[in-house]
């Protein structure tokens, strides 16, 4: 029997099967058995990873090796024997958040959630500010712009105008994107300002994963110009299920380096005395939102 190992990137996952892309073609494969030995405790493959397959006489494949992954995005399922970590994508390079200006009105604790989640798992964040049309550039920057300072590109887009568009693009060709953002952002019709039809692609896999428990579709799109861009749904519901209240600062970058200039170690930047944080609050160097986020967090009221 005629059998050839590639190497390859994993591009769909659904039931037990894996599409796997290699530079002969697509395989859909499946795990093979030694891979699936003792207690399962998160995903073995999942979206993102890199694998060694074998291809058989058929065509189809088996999954014999998974690369170690940098880093994923990671959601925590309990189960009866233990907590499992589901693999939502592997090996994202940059993790890309689009909120809307207005209609809808931009929930900033939602997007400081989902960046906390993305400086938990070390994955890079960027901001897209959608729909500038509506208030312009000037009010926009005033919503978004305190952002830029503390680490993250902010690209301003308008997918009706398709100002913006093209840098959105740049950024997201040759790397493994992760998106995510509120319904009613405009994330679909940005991706076919990008690659006409993709917005589409995503929406189709949402729509199909909505209300599904039990069969989830998982998949990344190839952009023309290279690199990938994977809908990830649930990011408002993934929790920060191994954090503690006391570790959220190192969360936050801009709190992150005073928390060693505060006169007691366990110091939680609400009420103590001699608190670097809450004297950089005073002075204007914290944004009162973002504090207000990481009072929200740490307490866990959001």
């Known amino acids: ?35 699936k030995r003792g207690k399962a405790t998160g995903d073995i493959a999942a979206l993102g990873d890199r694998v060694r397959i074998t291809v058989l006489e058929d065509g189809s494949g088996m999954i014999d090796e998974v690369e170690e992954r940098k880093q994923a995005i990671v959601r925590l ?17 940059q993790a890309v958040f689009v909120f809307a200006c207005a209609q809808p009105d931009p929930k ?11 400086e938990k798992q070390r994955v890079p964040a960027v901001i897209v500010a959608n729909k500038i049309d509506l ?34 693009k740049s950024q997201l060709i040759g790397k493994i994107s992760v998106m995510a953002g509120p319904s009613g952002a405009g994330k679909s019709s940005l991706l076919n300002g990008v690659q006409p039809g993709l917005g589409l692609a995503v929406n189709e896999i949402s729509a199909v994963n909505k209300g599904q ?4 579709t998982r998949e990344m799109f190839k ?30 970058p801009e709190l992150a380096p005073l928390v060693a200039k505060c006169q007691f170690s366990d110091c939680t930047h609400i009420h103590e005395p001699g608190c670097a944080v809450r004297a950089a609050l005073d002075k204007g160097k914290i ?9 929200r967090l740490r307490t866990g009221q959001d």
């Open 1 to 35: 029997m005629t059998q050839t190992i590639r190497q390859g990137l994993i591009i769909k996952a659904q039931s037990g099967f894996f599409t796997v892309e290699t530079g002969e073609g697509l395989v859909i494969c499946q795990l093979r058995g030694k891979l």
């Open 213 to 216: 428990h039990t069969t989830v």
């Open 108 to 118: 900033l604790r939602m997007l400081d959630r989902y960046l906390v989640i993305a």
């Open 287 to 295: 944004h009162p939102e973002r504090y207000e986020s990481y009072l």
């Open 135 to 168: 208030i312009g550039l000037r009010e926009a920057k005033k919503i978004f712009g305190f952002y830029g300072p503390l680490g993250y590109r902010v690209i301003y887009t308008s997918a009706k105008n398709g100002k913006g568009v093209d840098e959105l």
């Open 223 to 252: 952009l023309d110009g290279g690199g990938y861009v994977a809908d990830t749904p649930g990011w408002k519901s993934l929790a920060l299920w191994d954090t503690e209240p006391e570790e959220m600062d190192a969360y936050f």
């Open 77 to 93: 399922d309990p189960r009866p024997q233990g907590a499992y970590q589901q693999i939502l994508l592997a090996n994202p390079d």
